[in-house]
C-alpha cells in the first residue's frame, strides 16, 4: 500500500447504537466516492459494510468499524474496511459461511453474502474473543 492523494487515512467509527449503523453506511459511501468507485462498486461496499457493522451490533454486543482508502502495490485503489467486536466470537466459521445459517432472526446471508461482494476477505474470531472482519474492494 503506497499512501497517495487518493488514499483517506483510516477513521474509525463506534458501532454502539443503531444510529451508528447509519453514519458508519455513510462514512464508507464517502470513502468509496472519494476512491472514484462507479455507483455499482458503491453499493457493493456499503452493503458489505452494512451486514458486517450489523453483525458486529447484533452478535458482538457493538464494536468499531475502520474505513480506509487504501492503494495497493499494483497501483489499484480501493476501500478497507475492518469491522471489530469483542462478541462471543464464532464457534464454527464454516458453518457462519454457509447461505442459509443464522443464529439470529436473519435470512443467514450476511457474512457469505459480505465474501461475494469484495475482493479481499478475512475472518478473524475464536469463542470467547469476539471477531474482527476485514474486507476490500478495488477499482477495476
Given at each position: ?47 458489505a459494510a452494512s451486514e458486517l457493522v450489523r453483525n458486529a451490533y447484533i452478535h458482538g454486543g457493538g464494536g468499531t468499524m475502520t474505513v480506509s482508502v487504501v492503494r495497493d ?68
Amino acid at each position: 500500500m503506497l499512501p497517495d492523494e487518493r488514499t483517506r487515512p483510516p477513521a474509525e467509527h463506534p458501532v454502539h447504537v443503531e444510529e451508528d449503523l447509519l453514519t458508519a453506511r455513510h462514512a464508507v459511501r464517502a470513502a468509496a466516492v472519494d476512491a472514484g468507485f462507479s455507483i455499482v462498486d458503491q453499493t457493493k461496499i456499503v452493503t458489505a459494510a452494512s451486514e458486517l457493522v450489523r453483525n458486529a451490533y447484533i452478535h458482538g454486543g457493538g464494536g468499531t468499524m475502520t474505513v480506509s482508502v487504501v492503494r495497493d502495490t499494483a497501483g489499484r485503489t480501493g476501500v478497507r474496511l475492518r469491522v471489530r467486536d469483542e462478541g462471543p466470537g464464532i464457534a464454527d466459521v464454516e458453518q457462519a459461511m454457509t447461505d442459509g445459517f443464522s443464529t439470529g432472526a436473519g435470512l443467514g446471508h450476511g457474512l457469505g453474502g459480505t465474501r461475494r461482494l469484495v475482493h479481499d476477505f478475512d475472518l478473524d474470531t475464536e469463542p470467547g474473543r469476539g471477531t474482527t472482519v476485514t474486507v476490500a474492494r478495488w477499482q477495476p
